[in-house]
């Protein structure tokens, strides 16, 4: 996911986006936890997911 489509997206938008990254990453949480995926790497790729739509939701706050 890249910062300049998220960029375009609404306050609310992003934390839909926040809400659905949450539960995907709890998701892969949890079949990593039952070994039903070695995918550790799609876990990293999603903690900095959520950590730019986090990002950005603070940004945009401040500019309000």
């Given at each position: 996911?890249?910062?300049?489509?998220?960029r375009?997206?609404?306050?609310?938008?992003?934390?839909?986006?926040?809400?659905?990254?949450m539960?995907?990453?709890?998701?892969?949480?949890?079949?990593?936890?039952?070994?039903?995926?070695?995918?550790?790497?799609?876990?990293l790729?999603?903690r900095?997911?959520?950590?730019?739509v986090?990002?950005?939701?603070?940004?945009?706050?401040?500019?309000s």
């Amino acid at each position: 996911m890249k910062a300049k489509e998220l960029r375009t997206k609404s306050v609310e938008e992003l934390n839909q986006e926040l809400v659905s990254l949450m539960k995907a990453r709890f998701g892969l949480k949890i079949q990593i936890a039952t070994q039903q995926s070695n995918k550790t790497s799609d876990l990293l790729k999603l903690r900095r997911d959520i950590a730019r739509v986090k990002t950005l939701i603070r940004e945009k706050a401040i500019q309000s």
